[in-house]
């Protein structure tokens, strides 16, 4: 499981959001003693103490929130918020439209590269076209996808945390307003998970929007139509400090959208196969009731952002089950032999062609294994920490069955899953090695020109047999004349 929690939320210290309860413990209670609180507040809590202005501050802006989510504030995420969020974050860094001379550019790049990736791959180029997108282009063509993907695990982080919320049994003596309140309130909070939720993705989104490369740099298919698509501005931050040219880096960008939307479009089970293996791992998701009462009871009811404190404790972060673990060595070794057959193509396409494509592949590999878009977006979204560790070993296979037995049956293995290499395939050369030889077709030349066998002395012979005697059809002498 990774170290992350999930959907974005990030542990804090203690002074990071201050206590506004009084001189009570860190806990939010005033001293020992006392039934806890199902209600979240302190053990010991005063409701006489409790301010009803900031409680009614807390409730409008809380109210604000429920009532921008529109048709999704009973999802398990808030899309409409996290959309606008995603947005918003793109605005606010600066998204100027795609010019002219961009598109251009981007344009002549994926061209080329469609001519230089055709003698290398069997896969035929997409019929989609391509072209360049802003940030805010990526955001809206890939949105649809990420709720394929995501809503899995929000779905079973929501229902777990809407487990542990309280029906009934509020805490005595509060005041008649809060009385009339709560149940309202306990409605709102049910719908909490949604925007905070959708909040997190989108805050997520904006940052990969402005790290992405292409439609398919984060390695999984994103877009439904195979489009071929680059972001300049983004093209032209990756490129500075490596000191080669643009039109390199862009080209050698173009070639691994190009060959990564080859596969995504003529493997057409990718997409179920890794939503399947996110789904395997969100069926185990469960969480500590007995750990996240414990945190809900040192809630201050005056802190309007006490409830992103519990978040950010860890209470929410479950153990992962060998179920899990099973399915996430799935997700993680199908990524790899992606990212792996890509590079494989795109480094034989480059051969000869491009004088810095081998600084510009090793550069891209490092990106991945220090912690690339995908990392970055499983982890931060679905809470899974993704790291294509195994990219080089997968690059090492794909291109042994190349140079054993050529690139129409490398690219075969792609025809099904059962054909593709498992975790245990990629564990070092020898390993390497018996998979290609394993795969390889049956040898049955050995076996021409072989004389036919001896036959054997006990078998009749072609008169002797039952219905070959000239006339022997099996009817009796005199039946067949009537």
């Given at each position: 499981?990774?170290?992350?929690?999930?959907f974005?939320?990030s542990?804090?210290?203690?002074?990071?959001?201050?206590?506004?309860?009084?001189?009570?413990?860190?806990?939010?209670?005033?001293g020992?003693?006392?039934?806890?609180?199902p209600?979240?507040?302190?053990?010991?809590?005063?409701?006489?103490q409790l301010?009803?202005?900031?409680?009614?501050a807390?409730?409008q802006?809380?109210g604000?929130?429920l009532?921008?989510?529109?048709?999704?504030?009973g999802?398990?995420?808030?899309?409409t918020?996290?959309h606008d969020?995603a947005?918003g974050?793109v605005?606010?860094?600066?998204d100027?439209s795609?010019?002219?001379?961009?598109?251009?550019?981007?344009?002549q790049?994926?061209?080329l590269?469609?001519l230089?990736?055709?003698?290398?791959s069997?896969f035929?180029?997409?019929?989609s076209?391509?072209?360049?997108?802003?940030r805010?282009e990526?955001i809206?063509?890939?949105?649809?996808?990420?709720q394929?993907i995501?809503?899995?695990?929000?779905?079973?982080v929501?229902?777990?945390?809407n487990?542990?919320?309280?029906?009934?049994?509020?805490?005595e003596g509060?005041?008649?307003?809060?009385?009339?309140?709560?149940?309202?309130?306990?409605?709102?909070?049910?719908q909490m998970?949604?925007?905070?939720?959708?909040?997190?993705?989108?805050?997520g989104l904006?940052?990969?929007?402005s790290?992405?490369?292409g439609?398919?740099?984060?390695?999984i298919?994103?877009?439904?139509?195979?489009?071929c698509a680059?972001?300049?501005r983004?093209?032209?931050?990756?490129?500075?400090g490596?000191?080669?040219?643009?039109e390199?880096?862009?080209?050698?960008v173009?070639?691994r959208?190009?060959?990564?939307?080859?596969?995504?479009?003529?493997v057409p089970?990718?997409?179920?196969?890794l939503?399947a293996?996110?789904?395997?791992?969100?069926?185990?998701?469960?969480l500590?009731r007995?750990r996240?009462e414990?945190?809900?009871?040192g809630?201050?009811?005056?802190?309007?952002?006490?409830m992103q404190e519990?978040?950010?404790?860890?209470?929410?972060?479950p153990?992962?089950t060998?179920?899990?673990?099973?399915?996430?060595?799935?997700l993680?070794?199908l990524?790899?032999l992606?990212?792996?057959w890509v590079?494989?193509?795109?480094?034989?396409?480059c051969?000869?062609?491009?004088?810095a494509?081998d600084?510009?592949r090793?550069t891209?590999?490092?990106?991945r294994?220090?912690?690339?878009?995908?990392?970055?977006?499983?982890?931060?979204?679905?809470g899974l920490?993704?790291?294509?560790?195994?990219?080089r070993?997968?690059?090492?296979?794909?291109?042994?069955?190349?140079?054993?037995r050529?690139?129409?049956a490398?690219d075969?293995l792609?025809g099904?899953?059962?054909?593709?290499?498992?975790p245990?395939d990629?564990?070092?050369?020898?390993a390497i090695a018996a998979?290609?030889?394993?795969?390889?077709?049956?040898?049955?030349?050995?076996?021409?020109?072989?004389?036919?066998?001896?036959e054997?002395?006990?078998?009749?012979?072609p008169?002797?047999?039952p219905?070959d005697?000239?006339?022997?059809?099996?009817?009796p002498p005199g039946l067949?004349?009537?």
């Amino acid at each position: 499981m990774s170290s992350d929690l999930p959907f974005g939320f990030s542990a804090g210290g203690d002074d990071e959001i201050p206590h506004q309860g009084g001189s009570g413990g860190a806990d939010g209670s005033d001293g020992p003693g006392g039934p806890p609180s199902p209600f979240g507040f302190g053990e010991g809590f005063d409701p006489s103490q409790l301010d009803m202005s900031q409680l009614g501050a807390a409730l409008q802006q809380l109210g604000a929130m429920l009532q921008s989510g529109g048709a999704d504030a009973g999802a398990a995420v808030n899309w409409t918020l996290a959309h606008d969020t995603a947005r918003g974050l793109v605005a606010q860094a600066g998204d100027p439209s795609v010019s002219a001379v961009e598109r251009r550019e981007v344009e002549q790049a994926l061209d080329l590269a469609t001519l230089w990736l055709d003698p290398v791959s069997t896969f035929p180029a997409t019929s989609s076209g391509g072209g360049a997108w802003s940030r805010s282009e990526w955001i809206e063509a890939t949105l649809p996808s990420w709720q394929r993907i995501v809503e899995p695990v929000a779905v079973r982080v929501n229902d777990s945390m809407n487990g542990i919320l309280p029906t009934e049994g509020l805490p005595e003596g509060l005041p008649p307003e809060f009385a009339q309140m709560a149940a309202p309130l306990m409605g709102m909070a049910r719908q909490m998970g949604s925007m905070m939720f959708g909040s997190q993705l989108g805050q997520g989104l904006g940052t990969l929007a402005s790290e992405v490369l292409g439609a398919a740099d984060v390695g999984i298919p994103l877009t439904d139509d195979a489009r071929c698509a680059l972001l300049p501005r983004n093209v032209a931050a990756f490129g500075e400090g490596l000191g080669v040219d643009i039109e390199q880096v862009r080209l050698y960008v173009a070639l691994r959208e190009a060959a990564s939307q080859r596969l995504f479009a003529h493997v057409p089970w990718l997409r179920s196969q890794l939503t399947a293996a996110v789904e395997a791992y969100a069926s185990g998701i469960t969480l500590d009731r007995s750990r996240i009462e414990d945190a809900a009871r040192g809630i201050d009811p005056s802190n309007p952002e006490a409830m992103q404190e519990v978040l950010a404790s860890g209470v929410f972060v479950p153990e992962d089950t060998p179920e899990q673990m099973a399915a996430l060595a799935r997700l993680e070794t199908l990524l790899a032999l992606v990212e792996g057959w890509v590079d494989d193509v795109v480094t034989e396409a480059c051969a000869g062609r491009l004088p810095a494509a081998d600084a510009l592949r090793e550069t891209m590999r490092r990106r991945r294994a220090s912690g690339g878009p995908a990392e970055k977006t499983f982890a931060t979204l679905v809470g899974l920490e993704l790291r294509p560790r195994r990219l080089r070993e997968a690059s090492q296979l794909w291109s042994a069955v190349r140079e054993a037995r050529g690139l129409e049956a490398r690219d075969a293995l792609w025809g099904h899953p059962d054909l593709l290499p498992a975790p245990d395939d990629l564990d070092g050369d020898d390993a390497i090695a018996a998979f290609v030889v394993r795969t390889a077709p049956l040898d049955l030349s050995a076996l021409e020109g072989l004389a036919p066998a001896p036959e054997d002395p006990q078998d009749p012979a072609p008169g002797d047999a039952p219905g070959d005697a000239p006339g022997d059809d099996g009817v009796p002498p005199g039946l067949g004349d009537a």
